[in-house]
């Protein structure tokens, strides 16, 4: 039961962590199980399916975005998210902030950082997410980046979802202590998915991601 899940995982995860139901290739009906039991922030990594399950909702869920994001897309995306939080190219931030300055918005993002993940050739370097910190700010920008998410290596290996956590971690509190300007905005490390967000949650995660543990395996 979606029900019983969510309850065993809101025990279990500090109340400082937010928690992130992934409802991606799930119907409706099993989200509206999940917002009855009292989840209110959900994840979709397809434009399409968010665009279409947002006006089945109740008006008040927190939708985030967690996949990868074509420009094209934006639309279908951006007017109704509150947090995108896979943005993984400059491309794609140009492309954000200018839909910010037409609509008159400013859109919150976390940068995605390139974990050892072979399978996945998205998100930054960690020289790439330093220089956009570097050299953000100075105003007009309709950009928020309120900080950093990961997707750690797909393996049975808690040792490499340790490290690649831990390096996340340090690159998240290293660009936290040289930017005090950012110390209220840059406050997001999005790290943890089913298997592995204990450990995620030891290496500092302010959110995570989880699918599989609150609704079941995926159809696809
Ligand atoms: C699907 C997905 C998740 C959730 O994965 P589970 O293993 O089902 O918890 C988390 N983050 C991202 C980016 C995803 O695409």
Do not use: C
């Not at 400059?90 to 399978?119: M, P, Q, R, Y």
């Amino acid at each position: 039961m979606v029900s019983d899940n969510l309850k065993a995982l809101y025990e279990k995860l500090p109340s400082a962590v937010k928690l992130v139901a992934v409802s991606k290739f799930h119907p409706v009906s099993r989200l509206m199980e999940a917002y009855e039991a009292g989840q209110r922030v959900f994840g979709e990594n397809r434009p399409q399916e968010l665009a279409q399950k947002v006006p089945q909702m109740p008006s008040d869920v927190e939708w985030h975005f967690i996949g990868h994001l074509q420009t094209n897309k934006l639309k279908l995306v951006l007017p109704y998210v509150s947090l995108v939080q896979s943005v993984d190219s400059f491309h794609l931030l140009e492309a954000i902030d200018k839909w910010g300055s037409d609509n008159g918005k400013t859109v919150d993002v976390l940068l995605e950082l390139h974990l050892g993940a072979e399978e996945t050739k998205h998100g930054f370097s960690e020289e790439e997410i330093v220089t956009i910190l570097n050299t953000a700010g100075e105003g007009g920008s309709h950009i928020r980046i309120r900080g950093l998410m990961g997707m750690a290596t797909n393996t049975e290996d808690k040792g490499v979802i340790e490290a690649d956590f831990a390096r996340i971690e340090a690159l998240f509190q290293r660009i936290r202590a040289e930017h005090p300007e950012l110390r209220n905005t840059f406050t997001e490390l999005s790290i943890g998915m089913s298997g592995d967000w204990p450990i995620a949650v030891r290496h500092g995660a302010t959110m995570v991601r989880i699918g599989t543990d609150i609704f079941g395996e995926r159809e696809y």
